[in-house]
């Protein structure tokens, strides 16, 4: 499970984190919603500890951040993090030199799934294909958590379509997933639990099933009742 | 440990082409230098001989030619200065390309899992292993150089002298060129502990930014200053400590600095770091 306990993040005066606490469990889709600067993609690089915290903790299956947390926790940010000069071949080789999690079979059977040529250099490749050799990278480590920021953001239809197919194959089974968005549309139907930020706080965090069946409302009903009120 | 060299290796590999051809560069320059200082003074000669001179009243006008005169030019110096200026540019070049880069492969390093001072020490190799390419290959020319002057040149104009001499005569390139062993490893673990103090210096301005560039600034000053201690100590104290003293304890001060600079290095990375 990750936890995450009243995190505070402060960018000078500003609290872009102002005590955001949630969970989010193996095997479920997490979905952090909200607006442009809600501090979505600031909570997944502190999980990973690409930025400091002002206050609060963040665990990991119990346990503070440290080097063995990477074996057990991807992050996909959405930005290629592979140097433009090298080929994919470079990359798979370059992860399963670094990462004992690396899954080779796997890491072959998503570049067949996305149709990805292995000599292809990341500096040639469109944004869809750089969206798909990243989550390849992602993907294709043995890990609990995989941490996924805005997949779908500025990628055509076919290639986002590729993508939430992801989410319902046995490439994600069983893990844990915490995905950020402005566009739910895409995913409403997969996800397992919404956490709607606003201004830095948790404004409601619920499981959609639940919501579905007791409340008779989509993930865009709360998100409306939430954000328009 | 083997994280580290994966990640030395990989690190040397990013630099590696533009150095060779760096490396080549400087050769090359030198080469032709060396041919053409050499032709301007056999053209001298001939010009003289010309005139009716004697080959006595040459050589009191026009003296001899030595390597000498090779090593005193712009057409040495020169590319021992682009490869000064390319390890002192690549020192702030290699943090900043990864996070400026065309992709921000600063993501990919901070979430490998290994320590994170890792990443410093394998930077910390590779400029050390560029300064080294510079220096060996220099070695390497130099008696190539000299043997191309003497195939040019007749023998009666030439005087001979060795690479170690045409250095330690070259009072601008002796702080490169160490002849003891003792003075290499002094020279240039300084040069080492300096980068540390630089590189840590860059990562308080990686990890506060605007503020960091002070934090970055008053940490070298600081370093600076611990690592002068013994100096100030001896003076204050009237030339209190015997030299074997002194320099014992410049290599504790040394050792202290280069300890700080990665424990400091350590906690920014792992605490203080944004990408």
Known sequence: MIEVRNVIKKYGRKRVLNGVSFTANKG???????????GKTTILNAICGLT?????????????????????????????????????????????????????DRAEQILEFFKLNRNDKIASLSKGNTAKANLLMGLSLDVDFIL???PFSGIDIFSREQIAE????????????????????????????AVLLEDGVVRMEFLTEEMREKEGKSVVDVMREVYQQ | MTRLFKLINFEFNRIFKILLVLLISVVTI????????????????????????????????????????????????????????????????IWYRDWYGKNTFIYRLLTLPTERINIYLAKLVTILLMTLSFVSIQIIAMPLEIKLMSWIVPEQHYIHISAREALTNHIELSFIFKST???????????????????????????????????????????????????????????????????????????????????????????????
Request: charge should be negative.
């Open chain 1, 28 to 38: 479920e889709i997490t979905c952090l919603i909200g607006i442009n600067g809600a």
């Open chain 1, 52 to 104: 400091p915290i002002h206050g609060g903790e963040i665990l990991i299956n119990g346990k503070p951040l440290s080097k063995q947390t990477f074996e057990q926790v991807s992050y996909i940010p959405d930005t290629i993090t592979m140097l433009p000069q090298m080929r994919i071949q470079d990359v798979m080789d370059f992860m399963g030199d670094f990462y004992d999690s690396w899954n080779t």
């Open chain 1, 148 to 150: 996924m920021d805005e």
């Open chain 1, 166 to 193: 992801v989410f319902t194959s046995h490439l994600i089974e069983d893990r844990g997933v915490i995905i950020t968005t402005h566009e739910i549309q895409d995913i409403e139907h997969l996800i397992d639990k």
């Open chain 2, 30 to 93: 030198q080469m032709v230098g060396t041919v053409k200082i050499s032709l301007v003074y056999l053209n001298e000669i001939q010009h003289a001989l010309e005139m009716g001179m004697s080959i006595e009243e040459i050589h009191t006008n026009y003296g001899q030619i030595s390597f000498q005169r090779v090593t005193g030019s712009l057409w040495f110096v020169g590319p021992i200065f682009l490869g000064i200026v390319s390890v002192l540019f690549y020192i702030f070049l």
């Open chain 2, 181 to 275: 062993f003792t003075e290499f490893a002094i020279w240039y673990g300084i040069g080492i502990i300096s980068v540390a103090m630089i590189f840590t210096g860059i990562l308080f301005e990686r990890s506060y930014r605007l503020l960091g560039i002070g934090l970055g600034i008053g940490y070298i000053i600081l370093s600076v200053l611990l690592f002068l201690m013994p100096v100030w100590i001896h003076i204050m104290l009237d030339d209190y400590f015997y030299p074997d003293e002194l320099y014992k304890l410049f290599i504790l001060s040394a050792l202290v600095v280069f300890a700080l600079s990665t424990w400091t290095a350590s906690y920014l990375l792992r605490k203080k770091i944004r990408v």
